[in-house]
Nanobody
Framework: QVQLVESGGGLVQAGGSLRLSCTAS????????TGWFRQAPGKEREFVAA????????YYADSVKGRFTIFRDNAKNTVYLQMNSLKPEDTAVYYC????????????????WGQGTQVTVSS
């Protein structure tokens, strides 16, 4: 069983930055494709970014492209989401997720999820 623990959320002003971290409980984290998703109040969960097992490939939602960066340090069993130029519409609970099978934007393909971390961007 893989446990994922997110951290790094908080309250920030528009234009500011935050870095989210997601640490896995397993030493074979490099076998897992990883993604970040978010869910705002009253909205569906949406894809934010994904990264391949070794970090060679990344993919972003259009809404965050150029502002967010996903990267990973497999030696630390951790994936990160660097968020710059934050906007009020980025306010949401952010979740990391992992799966063994696919490098994908589809939340249904991810088997393991963290508990989420709140990001609030004030205007």
């Amino acid at each position: 069983q893989v446990q994922l623990v997110e951290s790094g959320g908080g309250l920030v002003q528009a234009g500011g930055s935050l870095r989210l971290s997601c640490t896995a409980s397993i030493s074979t984290f490099s076998s897992y494709r990883t993604g970040w998703f978010r869910q705002a109040p009253g909205k569906e969960r949406e894809f934010v970014a994904a990264i391949s097992r070794l970090g060679h490939s990344t993919y972003y939602a259009d809404s965050v492209k150029g502002r967010f960066t996903i990267f990973r340090d497999n030696a630390k069993n951790t994936v990160y989401l660097q968020m710059n130029s934050l906007k009020p519409e980025d306010t949401a609970v952010y979740y990391c997720a992992a799966n063994l099978k696919l490098y994908t934007t589809d939340a249904n393909e991810y088997d393991y999820w963290g508990q989420g971390t709140q990001v609030t961007v004030s205007s």
